[in-house]
């Protein structure tokens, strides 16, 4: 079985749920909004991995790459359980929508894709056609 956590500083994690569930139409996620209660990251992180299988795949998505959220995570990591950190919301919408079992490199390709997909906008040429929203 697969689990994809949201996690972030502040809420961030929480509105990536929101569109990821308005865009690809699904909503299954543990979300984790740290430090806007008194709850330690730690203890909510351990719950999370308590309640999941020994060999469950286990997707999780954060905000920053050297952030204390990820470095909460950091610990569970193995060969089916897979941290991305500065998630933006093309990647996780296809790693989420992603049915095959995850594997670093499949990862790896997405990342590359989502990385193409971030441009100054002001230098790029676009021919809007009619009925584009």
Do not use: W
Request: glycine share 8%.
């Amino acid at each position: 079985m697969r689990h994809v956590i949201l996690a972030s500083h502040h809420k961030f994690a929480a509105g990536l749920a929101d569109t990821i569930e308005f865009i690809g139409g699904i909503g299954d996620f543990d979300v984790i909004c740290a430090y806007i209660d008194d709850t330690p990251l730690d203890v909510r992180v351990k719950a999370l991995f308590d309640g999941y299988g020994v060999d469950d795949e286990v997707l999780i998505l954060t905000d920053i790459m050297q952030g204390s959220v990820s470095q909460s995570f950091a610990p569970y990591m193995n060969g089916h359980v897979f941290l991305v950190a500065g998630v933006n919301v093309t990647c996780a919408l296809e790693l989420v929508l992603t049915p095959e079992p995850l594997t670093c490199d499949a990862i790896e390709e997405v990342l590359s894709e989502a990385r193409n997909s971030m441009q100054l906008m002001n230098r790029v040429n676009i021919e809007v056609a009619e009925g584009d929203e």
